[in-house]
C-alpha cells in the first residue's frame, strides 16, 4: 500500500523536488514515506 502511494508521488515530482524532500527528511532523521504522510 504504501509503495504504491510512493509510485504515486513519485509520478508527480521532479528529480529536484525528491531530492529537496529526501535532504528534508534526513535532516529530520525520518524516511521518505513518514514525511510526506
Known amino acids: 500500500m504504501s509503495a504504491l ?3 504515486r508521488i ?3 515530482l ?3 523536488d525528491k ?3 529526501e535532504e528534508a527528511a534526513a535532516m529530520s532523521n525520518q524516511s ?3 514525511f510526506i504522510e
Request: neutral net charge; without cysteine.
Open 10 to 12: 513519485d509520478l508527480r
Open 14 to 16: 521532479t528529480d529536484d
Open 32 to 34: 521518505i514515506t513518514q
Open 19 to 21: 531530492s529537496i524532500i
Open 5 to 7: 502511494k510512493k509510485q
